[in-house]
């Protein structure tokens, strides 16, 4: 009777081995720049700057930095008893509270517009039209808008003084200063929106909305059914991107109104730049810390509910 050997199974080959450790070490050739200028110019600010929100360091000890004193969470309750960094962090909640959606909305509305509604007439022309200002300097775009709005020579109330109203003076007005940096930043910012979702419905089969209009659904059923579904996870995007840039958002009033009337176009980004200039170090990165800490927990609370739904 013969006897039958099991062999054992071969070992792997060294050179597979050796091939996967070169393959991964090129990709990291690759990314190794990205990887250095993140380092030096992400990353490493962070940490200074987290690291002098717990000292008293302003910019007469910039030629000594560790000469500096340790005063632990000083600034940070410095901050929570400071009257302009709670308007400025009101400012920023009400900004991107009203500013979000109404970005949000008219890039939905241009792209289901574009992509069904004049689609006859050239798309390219009406694509590069909404997005140009997306792409053009802030700094540009502000002061356009802040001659637009011009109490006397602005284009804004002249038109309105032809239909017989008197326009207000939009940027010295406390009522009326920040939402006129709200609805310029939203013309400016929808354009993004709108290509990213513009793309995304020329995904969308056109079986699904043929099934849904066999079924008797009219052309809101349609939409609310067949074309949100699909774009959840554009429109998360969408959502998570914008809220993050309009957290920030600092050129905007730094131009146009400098933070007043009366501190009520005042951001969190512009009142951390403010103390900086002044040289209040350890002070603005205390602020700029509990800034990033609230950006990345919006960020990640946007996300969780996102994918939950």
């Not at 554009?234 to 959502?239: E, M, N, P, R, S």
Request: glycine share 10%.
């Amino acid at each position: 009777m013969a006897v039958v050997t099991r062999q054992a199974p071969p070992a792997p080959a060294p050179v597979k081995v050796r091939g996967a450790l070169r393959r991964s070490g090129i990709g990291w050739i690759f990314i190794l720049p990205f990887v250095v200028l993140f380092a030096v110019f992400y990353l490493g600010p962070l940490l200074v700057g987290i690291g002098m929100s717990f000292t008293d360091i302003r910019s007469t000890d910039v030629a000594d930095p560790l000469g500096v004193d340790l005063v632990g969470l000083d600034n940070y309750l410095r901050l929570m008893n400071d009257g302009a960094m709670r308007r400025a962090a009101l400012n920023t909640v009400v900004f991107v509270v009203t500013a979000l959606p109404l970005t949000i909305g008219l890039g939905l509305a241009s792209a289901v517009l574009l992509n069904t509604g004049i689609a006859r007439l050239p798309a390219a022309f009406f694509r590069l039209g909404y997005y140009l200002p997306n792409i053009t300097s802030i700094i540009g775009i502000a002061v356009a808008w802040k001659f637009l709005l011009e109490p006397e020579a602005g284009l804004v109330n002249r038109l309105l003084g032809l239909a017989g109203a008197e326009g207000p003076n939009w940027l010295e007005n406390e009522a009326t200063a920040l939402p006129s940096i709200i609805v310029m930043t939203a013309w400016r910012s929808f354009g993004f929106n709108m290509v990213v979702l513009l793309a995304a419905l020329q995904t969308i089969p056109r079986e699904l909305y043929e099934a849904a209009a066999v079924d008797g659904a009219g052309r809101w059923a349609r939409f609310h059914a067949v074309t949100l579904p699909s774009l959840r996870p554009v429109l998360l995007f969408c959502t998570v991107y914008s809220s993050v840039g309009f957290m920030q958002f600092l050129e905007e009033p730094l131009v146009m109104t400098r933070g007043g009337p009366l501190d009520a176009t005042l951001s969190a980004s512009l009142a951390i730049f403010n103390q900086f200039g002044v040289g209040n170090y350890g002070y603005a990165g205390a602020a700029s810390t509990v800034l990033f800490t609230v950006i990345v927990a919006l960020a990640v609370l946007q996300l969780r509910l996102g994918r939950n739904r």
